[in-house]
C-alpha cells in the first residue's frame, strides 16, 4: 500500500515522514525544501507500507513544478496522509476538501501543534473529525508527539463525502468550519513579532542581514580554524608516527611508496604536500575541509530552522531583481556555498528557465563550494587578510556583472516574488544536529572516494610525465594569460574531478602571493567538479548546459586575465 | 474607496475585493489564502522597488510590487493614515 504525505509548502510533511519512517531527509523552515518526492517504508504490525513525501502544493491544480509533481502523484496514491498547519487551518482545509473530492482514503494529521498552544489558538480537533468525517490526529512532528496515534489510526483513513462539488464554495466551507472548529485569542505583540519587523523593516532589514552575513562568515572562518587546528595536531600526533613507520615499510620511495605515502620532504611526511593517498589524501578532506563544511552546515542549518532565510529573500529580493532572479533565489545560492551540487538541485524551486539558468550559471561561476574555500583559504590567509579580500571582492563582482548581463541577453520571464514568511521558530536541537550530521555524512561518503581518486590520479600522472605533458600543453594559456607556472595546469585538469585537490596541488609550486589569488580566482570559476557538472546537465539540459560553459570560459579567461594585469600593474 | 494594495498605508487594515492579474497568479494568490473577502493588512514594504509584506489571518506573506499592485483593496477605516 502507498501512503502519501501530502500539505501546503513547510507544513512538516518532511518532519513527519521522517518520524514515520525513520528515514532522513532534510526539513528546513521555510517553502520549497522538498522539490521532489522521497520515499520511505513504514513497518507496521501486519504491513510494511510505502510512504512518500511529496513537494507542497497549495491545490491540486498545479501552478509551478513542485506543485505538478503532488498532483500527478495523487493518482498513485492508496492513502493520503494530508498535513495541516494548524495555526493556519483555513487554507489548509482548503486542499483537505479538493482531497476529499478526490474520493481518496484520507487522515489529517493537525501538525505544529506546539506553536497553536503558543499563540493561545483553541482547536476542537474532535469536532474537526466530525466534520470532515475522516480521522483527524493532532502532531508535532518536531517532538515526535501525536505519531504513534497517527501510525495507529492510518488503517482508519476513509473517504468523506461532505464535498460534491469544486468552486468557490469549497473556500466559504474551508472557512466556516475552519472558525467552527477554533476558538482565536487576540494576543498582544510579542518580543518574537518585534524580532520580525526588525529583520524586514525597510532600513534596519538591510543592516540587520549585513549582520547576520558578515557574522556567520566570520564564525565559518574562526570556528573551522579552530577545529582545523586541532584536527592538525591528531593528525601530527597520531597519524605521523604511523605514516612514517609505515613509510619506513616502504623503503622510503618507489611507485607504491609515493601513491599510498607520496614524496617525503626532508626525509619527513608533510600532509599538505607529500600527495599520497593515505596522507594528503586524509588529510585534505578531514583535516582541512570538514572543519569548515561543519561550521558553515551549522550556520546555515540555524537560519534555515529558524526561519530566516525567506526574509534575508525578501530583503535581497530589490538586488537580485537586477540580476533577472528573485530574493528567494538567494536559498539555491546559499546552499551552493556548502556544495555546489544540492544548491543547483534547489534551483528547482525557481519557476520559469531564465530562472533556472542564471541561478545554475551563477553557482557554477561564483559560488565556491566549501571544500574548495577551506582550501583556499588555508593557502591564502597564512599570508594574511589581502589575499582573501581581493579574491572574494573578485567574485563579489563577478556575481553583480555576470548576472546583470544575463539578465540583459537571455530571453524569458523573471516573475516577482511571492512567499510565505514563516512564524520565527526555536530550532529543536535534536532535528538540527540531525540534519548537520545527514549533511557532514552526505560530504564524507560523496567526497572522501573522489578527493582519494584525485590524489590517485595525480600521482599516475606525475609518474606517466602526463602532468609534464599538460604543463607544456597549456602553457601559453597558463603562463602567457594568467602568469602562472606551468604546473598549474594540471591542477586545473585535476579540479574537474575535485576542487580541493585542486588548490592542494597549488601548494608545493612556492607561488608568489599575486600569483596564489590568480590561481584560486581562476580554480573557483572555471568547471565545477564533474559531479556538479551531472546535476547541472540533469537539472538545466545539454544545450543550457553548452551555454553556461560557454559563458564560464569567457569569465575565467576575462578575469584571469585581467586580474592578473592588474595586479602585476600595481606592483601586488 | 477602492485602492491598490500599493496604495495601502503600513499598518493600514482593507477587505480584498479583486486581483487583476493572471489567472494562474490569482490561483496562488488564493492558495495561500489571499483572496477576495479577507482582511489584509499592509506590515511593510522595501525601498528600491522590493517586495510588500502583507498580513492575512495571521500569517504573513512577501509579495513583489507588480502583483501588490493588482491587488485591489478596500480600507475599512476612511481616514486610515
Given at each position: 500500500m502507498r501512503v502519501l504525505l501530502l500539505g501546503n509548502p513547510n507544513v512538516g510533511k518532511s518532519a513527519i515522514f521522517s518520524r514515520l519512517t525513520g528515514s532522513h531527509v532534510v526539513?528546513?523552515?521555510?517553502?520549497?525544501?522538498?522539490?521532489?518526492?522521497?520515499?520511505?517504508?513504514?513497518?507496521?504490525?501486519?504491513?510494511?507500507?510505502?510512504?512518500?513525501?511529496?513537494?507542497?502544493?497549495?491545490?491540486?491544480?498545479?501552478?509551478?513544478?513542485?506543485?505538478?509533481?503532488?498532483?500527478?502523484?495523487?493518482?498513485?496514491?492508496?492513502?493520503?496522509?494530508?498535513?495541516?498547519?494548524?495555526?493556519?487551518l483555513e487554507r489548509g482545509l482548503y486542499l483537505t476538501l479538493q482531497l476529499l473530492l478526490t474520493g481518496k482514503p484520507v487522515v489529517v494529521a493537525l501538525n505544529m501543534w506546539d506553536e497553536v498552544q503558543k499563540s493561545g489558538i483553541v482547536i476542537n480537533s474532535g469536532r474537526l473529525e466530525e466534520k470532515l468525517g475522516v480521522p483527524v490526529i493532532a502532531t508535532c512532528a518536531l517532538t515526535g508527539e501525536g505519531i504513534p496515534l497517527l501510525k495507529k489510526r492510518l488503517p482508519e483513513a476513509r473517504s468523506s463525502s461532505l464535498v460534491s462539488e469544486n468552486g468557490a464554495s469549497l473556500w466559504q466551507k474551508a472557512a466556516d468550519i475552519s472558525s467552527d472548529v477554533q476558538q482565536k485569542a487576540g494576543r498582544s505583540a510579542t518580543v518574537r513579532d518585534k524580532l520580525d519587523h526588525a529583520t524586514v523593516h525597510p532600513v534596519y532589514g538591510p543592516f540587520f542581514a549585513l549582520f547576520v552575513l558578515l557574522l556567520s562568515f566570520a564564525f565559518v572562518a574562526y570556528f573551522g580554524d579552530f577545529l582545523h587546528e586541532i584536527l592538525e595536531d591528531v593528525f601530527e600526533l597520531v597519524w605521523l608516527p604511523a605514516a612514517m613507520w609505515m613509510s619506513g615499510l616502504l623503503g622510503g620511495g618507489g611507485l607504491v611508496h609515493d601513491i599510498l605515502i607520496g614524496g617525503l620532504i626532508d626525509g619527513q611526511i608533510h600532509f599538505e604536500e607529500s600527495f599520497g593517498l593515505l596522507t594528503t589524501g586524509f588529510y585534505?578532506?578531514?583535516?582541512?575541509?570538514?572543519?569548515?563544511?561543519?561550521?558553515?552546515?551549522?550556520?546555515?542549518?540555524?537560519?534555515?530552522?529558524?526561519?530566516?532565510?525567506?526574509?534575508?529573500?525578501?530583503?535581497?529580493?530589490?538586488?537580485?531583481?537586477?540580476?533577472?532572479i528573485h530574493g528567494l533565489s538567494i536559498v539555491p545560492l546559499m546552499l551552493g556555498i556548502g556544495c555546489n551540487v544540492p544548491g543547483v538541485m534547489a534551483g528547482r524551486m525557481l519557476e520559469t528557465r531564465k530562472e533556472r539558468f542564471i541561478v545554475a550559471t551563477l553557482i557554477a561561476i561564483v559560488v565556491p563550494c566549501m571544500a574548495q574555500q577551506a582550501m583556499v583559504i588555508g593557502l591564502l590567509g597564512q599570508a594574511g587578510i589581502a589575499g582573501l579580500a581581493i579574491v572574494y571582492g573578485t567574485l563579489f563582482l563577478l556575481w553583480i556583472v555576470t548576472g546583470l548581463i544575463m539578465n540583459f541577453f537571455i530571453k524569458g520571464e523573471s516573475p516577482e516574488m511571492l512567499i510565505d514568511l514563516p512564524a520565527y521558530r526555536k530550532p529543536y536541537w535534536e532535528s538540527l544536529w540531525k540534519k548537520i550530521y545527514m549533511r557532514m555524512n552526505g560530504f564524507i561518503r560523496g567526497a572522501l572516494p573522489y578527493v582519494l581518486l584525485g590524489v590517485f590520479v595525480v600521482n599516475i600522472f606525475y609518474t606517466l610525465g602526463i602532468i609534464d605533458y599538460i604543463s607544456r600543453a597549456f602553457a601559453p594559456v597558463i603562463t602567457g594569460l594568467f602568469g602562472l607556472p606551468g604546473e598549474a595546469g594540471a591542477a586545473l585538469i585535476i579540479g574537474f574531478l575535485r576542487k580541493d585537490v585542486a588548490v592542494g596541488m597549488l601548494a608545493p609550486l612556492g607561488m608568489e602571493l599575486n600569483q596564489l589569488i590568480v590561481a584560486s580566482v581562476v580554480l573557483m570559476v572555471y568547471f565545477p567538479c564533474i559531479a556538479t557538472f551531472v546535476v547541472l546537465f540533469k537539472e538545466i539540459g545539454l544545450r543550457d548546459l553548452l551555454k553556461l560553459t560557454a559563458i564560464m570560459i569567457f569569465v575565467v579567461v576575462v578575469t584571469g586575465g585581467g586580474l592578473h594585469l592588474l595586479l602585476q600593474h600595481t606592483g601586488f | 474607496m477602492y485602492k491598490s494594495l500599493i496604495e495601502l498605508n503600513v499598518k493600514e487594515e482593507a477587505e480584498i475585493v479583486s486581483f487583476n492579474g493572471s489567472s494562474l497568479m490569482n490561483r496562488r494568490l488564493e492558495g495561500m489564502g489571499i483572496r477576495q473577502g479577507k482582511m489584509i493588512s499592509r506590515i511593510s514594504s522595501q525601498y528600491i522597488r522590493g517586495p510588500v509584506i502583507v498580513s492575512v489571518d495571521g500569517h504573513q506573506a512577501a509579495m513583489g510590487r507588480g502583483m501588490a499592485m493588482k491587488l485591489i483593496v478596500k480600507p475599512v477605516t476612511s481616514n486610515g493614515v
Open positions: 526539513v528546513s523552515n521555510y517553502a520549497g525544501t522538498t522539490v521532489e518526492y522521497t520515499r520511505g517504508a513504514l513497518r507496521t504490525e501486519d504491513a510494511e507500507l510505502e510512504v512518500i513525501d511529496v513537494p507542497g502544493t497549495f491545490a491540486l491544480e498545479p501552478t509551478n513544478r513542485a506543485e505538478a509533481v503532488a498532483s500527478e502523484m495523487i493518482a498513485d496514491g492508496d492513502v493520503v496522509v494530508n498535513v495541516l498547519d494548524a495555526t493556519n585534505i578532506p578531514l583535516a582541512v575541509v570538514l572543519p569548515y563544511i561543519f561550521s558553515f552546515y551549522l550556520v546555515l542549518s540555524v537560519l534555515e530552522d529558524v526561519g530566516y532565510l525567506p526574509r534575508l529573500g525578501v530583503v535581497v529580493d530589490a538586488f537580485m531583481q537586477r540580476l533577472g | -
